[in-house]
């Protein structure tokens, strides 16, 4: 059985995977499991909250549009996934992910879907933080010398 832990880390993954990204890797997987519907692919809004600082009163940011889903795999396995946005497949993608994370192909999913998912966030993070540092400017104050 997964931790709460490792199952948040992949969650987060495949809800930040870019759907043709995810869609490729679920493809090399090969044949999927029969999956029936607990909950079809919905669309709706949630509150987003912030603290300022990261540790003060939280306050509402705004609304997001997620798109939720829950499945049953042919095994007995349950996916659950909540995405950004409204792509019912790439929901159903994730939602497939993580059921198979809880049976026995959970270290074929973690080499074919989230590891180069993993590695191309890790990339793209790494270009933001480049483009950003390129526009950094350092302030700094010469001293005059004394009045007298």
Known sequence: MPTKEAQKDWMSVLARAPSISLNRAVEALGSLPDATWLRPP?????????RQGGTGAPFNLGEMTVTRCALRLADGQ???AYVPGRDH??????AICDALMQGPRAGEVEEKVLGPIRDALAAERQSQAAKAEATKVDFFTMVRGESK
């Open 42 to 50: 919905e669309t709706g809004a949630i509150m987003v909250r912030g």
């Open 78 to 80: 349950v996916g659950h």
């Open 89 to 94: 497949a790439h929901a159903r993608q994730a």
